[in-house]
């Protein structure tokens, strides 16, 4: 349990709520990454926007590492991305295309991801997302007990 | 057509802003620790970190009161209407969609928020992670009705 860590997980959390509502309140726009980043490209005519949000992430995410370097991954550790089961025969590259790929395509067919679904669509109380929350949740649930990842 | 005024431009950005410094204050940038909650398996052993809980559930209360207030008005402050999802149907996209999703997702711990917050940090094997999910997207898009009208008759509104 040493790597449970409550307190900046709710205060991250908020940050991202309040993020949220600044975004809908400001806006009235949804802020779901997916689709912020799935309508980069025409035929979508609000481009600008999403490229400054999903720049300023980046750049805060950044920012806030230098600041508080001993949070941990950006900061003090290097930041890593999962490698396949141990004993599972797949090269590292085509394991994140594969997930790339299902994230990319599932989200856009879904429409929405953790941010959309998960935080907006549940504080919207929208039915969808809970249906799609359940769903993706349950899956990778599922997916981390079978391939034994961790 | 969206505004395209400096005050919608900076509230993308502080939204954007606020987003990342989250993503990277709950540690959720670390696709091992969201890996690490998605393992249902390591609760009897006591190993398991419930931290994603901590993190989604803040962000919902504060979303749902932004939410409530919205209601109460007409508009938000810098376009001239709220941006409702209009689709209302459980269909089989969207329980394939998240299905698939969710498989990336335990595959990588990574969903899309973190996967473009990490180019700050550059870990091994990002690009090819991003490229995959622009593509992903891009097929996606492929087998959804384009345009707004037909978008909506599609999904029976």
Redesign the interface.
């Known amino acids: 349990m040493d790597s449970f860590t409550p307190l900046t997980a709710a205060l991250g959390g908020s940050l991202i709520g309040l993020a949220s509502a600044v975004l809908w309140l400001g806006n009235g726009r949804i802020a779901g990454i997916s689709g912020i980043f799935g309508q980069l490209l025409p035929p979508a005519q609000t481009v600008a926007w999403r490229l400054i949000f999903l720049a300023a992430m980046v750049g805060a995410a950044w920012l806030a590492a230098q600041l508080f370097p001993q949070l941990g991954v950006g900061g003090v550790k290097i930041a890593e991305l999962a490698a396949p089961p141990p004993d599972w025969p797949v090269p590292m590259p085509i394991w994140l295309a594969v997930a790339g790929l299902l994230i990319g395509f599932g989200t856009k067919v879904g429409n929405g991801c953790t941010s959309g679904h998960g935080v907006c669509g549940l504080a919207r109380l929208s039915l969808r997302s809970l249906v799609a929350v359940l769903v993706f949740f349950s899956v990778a649930i599922l997916t981390v007990a079978v391939t034994g990842i961790v | ?2 505004p ?1 005024r400096l ?3 900076a ?23 969201v ?2 909650f ?5 609760i009897p052993a ?7 809980a ?14 409530r ?2 209601r109460r ?1 007409e ?5 001239t ?5 209009e ?4 269909d089989g ?21 973190p ?12 690009w ?14 492929l ?2 009705p ?2 707004h009208g037909r978008r909506l008759a599609d999904a029976g509104a």
């Open positions: 057509m969206a395209r005050p919608y431009l509230t993308a950005a502080l939204s954007g802003g606020l987003f990342g410094a989250g993503l990277y204050v709950s540690q959720m940038v670390d696709p091992l620790k890996l690490r998605l393992d249902f398996t390591a006591g190993g398991w970190d419930p931290s994603l901590f993190v989604i559930v803040p962000a919902i209360v504060v979303m749902f009161v932004a939410v207030i919205g008005r508009a938000p402050l810098f376009d209407r709220f941006h409702e999802p689709y209302d149907r459980i996209r969207l329980i394939g969609g998240a299905a698939l999703f969710g498989l990336g997702w335990g595959m990588s711990g990574v969903c899309p928020g996967a473009i917050s990490l180019i700050a940090f550059q870990p091994e094997g990002l090819i992670f991003l490229a995959a999910m622009f593509a992903g997207s891009l097929a996606g898009s087998i959804m384009s345009g």
